[in-house]
DNA sequence: GAAATTACCTGACTAAAGTCAGGTAATGGA
DNA sequence: TCCATTACCTGACTTTAGTCAGGTAATTTC
């Protein structure tokens, strides 16, 4: 990696931290300590299980007991069963909880003003761009690649988000019993490999690989979630789907797409891949493509 | 403000601080408490005062001085009198202390690369980008703008470093005593104003408004610290310069400027000036310009 | 040259953060 | 049905962070 980069990055973080750590240092307290407001504004309005904050939190489960015990006593939470599992509870705010969650909201946003305010128009407008900017490619910067069975939990999930947006946008449609073959549904190396794409834990892509042909892959079930779109993800699952062929020792993967699909066409050029004949009968399919590895 | 603004701003922060606050537990210990490594790493090779350090870090002195001795105990840092001063005392790391900030230091580039090391060259080289933007931006957003006696110490300081530049950027060069013409030297409300931009305390910018008629107001002396260029510092001095003459009740403002100063030139024009004629004897000045306030 | 100030130090604190071992009740798999 | 596991709780800690009141020696101010 370019020493530059490094430099630059370092620098991000310290003037980051400093700029951003000194605010909420100043803000965000109200007179209780750190942890209890964390745990307070993690809680948020919709309350949440303790389960869930713990790990957000990375917290101590004695510790998180502690902070809730002393939340309850302040009259700011309340602590309920879990309705199906009986170990579980589940936390929500109290009115007064809900009145003081505002109050630390509010604070946010004026810590977010504060740090703007001093700035004229254009220049708010440009750094408020740039966070953008590093906020998403960050998060993309999180994604973790990782080959599991494809019909793992997470992959059918994927999978139906997957099929639910080709049936927003193809323009005739899509019925899954016509474009997804039941024969597809395992794959598994050394015939073709499922990867899932996960943000701290959670999917958010995935992409499969299967033998089609001696030395031939097919790529197939390419998905990004919204929420990290434009930053790359796409392009990270076809390469590592093409490292996997290559580890096979195939010599071309290839992959139909349909003509609604216009990001997806120009990614595919973009990665090397070039247009050739109809190789298969997918109802759904208007373009093939194939590469050399 | 414009909410959606706020909105990118408080999902940066959380992003941030989530992911290099996650990276910094895992890395930046070393089994040493944070506050101990922070300081350590604060000292630096070269060696710091204990008030630096304790300014730096914004701690107790007597919190400061635990923690020196503790580093003093490890055998990590040498304590040693200050050659001007008997009674500060300057901090230089030992063999063992300059190994571990070493250490530190090589942890801090890990981190950093480990932040880009998913992304590809293309979105790597974006995100790097954006960071840049935001630090520079961000740290603009903290200089504030005073009202100080334009013979202070700091006054004086920008303005050596504004000369030096001037006869760095000169074709002619740049003599004091023709360009500065002493009875300027001093400029007070109700007849002037001598603003200085501070960062964290240290001066990075100046600029001098003083009368020059009637109702008129003549701006001068405008430097920004290359450190800090590029982030719309000289518009906020331009700005409240003429805020100012606006309050004394002047109508116009005008300030003249050498050819080789072209960045100048074009944020006058942009800031709603238009050029006029000499209307004075200053040896260095090519173009006139004026503003109706 | 006395008095005030400054830079740092020490001891005695407190509060917050975090850890650990050992509980109880609910759940789930063999 | 029993036994392991899970989710949470409690009590008894330790460590870290931070504050405060008073010191001493060097320096500055008047």
């Known amino acids: 990696m370019d020493r530059q980069q490094i430099e630059t990055v370092r620098r991000f973080n310290r003037t980051v931290t400093q700029r951003i750590g000194a605010l909420e240092d100043g803000y965000l307290h109200r007179g209780r300590p750190l942890g209890e407001a964390r745990f307070l504004f993690e809680i948020g309005p919709d309350g949440a299980e303790v389960q869930e904050l713990r790990g957000r939190l990375n917290l101590d489960s004695g510790y998180a007991s502690r902070l809730l015990r002393s939340l309850e006593r302040q009259g700011l939470v309340a602590v309920g069963r879990h309705v199906a599992d009986g170990r579980r509870r589940r936390v929500t705010l109290t009115e007064t909880g809900l009145t003081e969650f505002s109050a630390?909201?509010?604070?946010?946003?004026?810590?977010?003003?504060?740090?703007?305010?001093?700035?004229?128009?254009?220049?708010?407008?440009?750094?408020?761009?740039?966070?953008?900017?590093?906020?998403?490619?960050?998060?993309?910067a999180g994604i973790m690649l990782e080959i599991e069975p494809s019909d793992g939990a997470d992959a059918r999930w994927c999978l139906e988000q997957y099929f639910a947006e080709l049936a927003a946008r193809f323009e005739e449609g899509f019925d899954t019993a016509l474009g997804a073959s039941s024969d597809e549904v395992l794959v598994a190396p050394p015939d073709?490999?499922?990867?899932?794409?996960?943000?701290?834990?959670?999917?958010?892509?995935?992409?499969?690989?299967?033998?089609d042909g001696e030395a031939i892959g097919e790529i197939k079930r390419m998905w990004v979630s919204p929420s990290v779109r434009g930053a790359g993800l796409a392009g990270r699952l076809l390469a590592r789907l093409e490292a996997i062929a290559r580890e096979y020792g195939w010599t071309h993967v290839r992959l139909d797409t349909n003509r609604a699909?216009?990001?997806?066409?120009?990614?595919?050029?973009k990665a090397g891949y070039h247009a050739i004949a109809r190789y298969n009968a997918n109802p759904y399919a208007d373009f093939w493509f194939e590469k050399a590895l």
Chains 1, 2 share one sequence.
Not at 194 to 210: E, I, Q, S, T, W
Not at 261 to 269: D, F, G, S, V, W
Request: glycine share 10%; net charge neutral; charged share 25%.
């Open 104 to 140: 630390y909201d509010g604070l946010s946003d004026e810590l977010a003003a504060s740090l703007l305010s001093s700035l004229g128009e254009a220049h708010r407008a440009r750094l408020v761009a740039a966070m953008a900017d590093v906020e998403r490619l960050l998060r993309a």
């Open 192 to 211: 073709g490999a499922f990867l899932v794409a996960r943000l701290d834990g959670a999917p958010v892509g995935c992409g499969m690989l299967r033998r």
């Open 261 to 269: 699909l216009l990001e997806a066409q120009a990614m595919y050029r």
